[in-house]
C-alpha cells in the first residue's frame, strides 16, 4: 500500500509553460501588426482570451485534484491511527481463545 503524503500534480508544467508562450507570442503579435484589420486584431484577441481560460481551468484543476489528494491523504492517516490503537485489543481476544 502506497502511504505516501505527496499530493499529486494534475497538469504538468510545461503544458502550463507552453500556453504561457503562446499567449506572450499571440500578445506580441497583436502588438507589432501595425496595419492589422479589424477581424485579425479580434481573432487574435479571441485566441489569447481562449488560452488564457484553458490556463485557469488547468490551474483550477490541479488544485481540486490536489486538494483530493491531501483529503484522502488524512483520512488514510486516520484510519492508520485508528487500526493501531485497535490492534492491542485484537491481540488480546486472539490470545484469550487459544
Excluded: Q, W, Y
Excluded at 30 to 35: L, M, Q, V
Excluded at 39 to 47: D, E, Q, T
Aim: charged share 20%; aromatic share 2%; hydrophobic share 55%.
Amino acid at each position: 500500500m502506497n502511504t505516501s503524503t505527496r499530493t499529486a500534480v494534475a497538469v504538468p508544467p510545461a503544458a502550463l509553460g507552453l500556453l504561457a508562450a503562446a499567449t506572450a507570442l499571440i500578445a506580441m503579435g497583436i502588438s507589432f501588426a501595425d496595419d492589422l484589420a479589424t477581424p485579425a486584431f479580434l481573432a487574435l484577441l479571441g485566441a489569447d482570451l481562449l488560452i488564457i481560460l484553458a490556463m485557469g481551468a488547468l490551474l483550477g484543476a490541479s488544485v481540486a485534484k490536489n486538494r483530493t489528494a491531501e483529503a484522502e491523504a488524512v483520512r488514510l492517516r486516520r484510519d492508520l491511527e485508528t487500526l493501531d490503537a485497535l490492534e492491542p485489543l485484537g491481540a488480546a481476544e486472539a490470545g484469550g481463545r487459544r
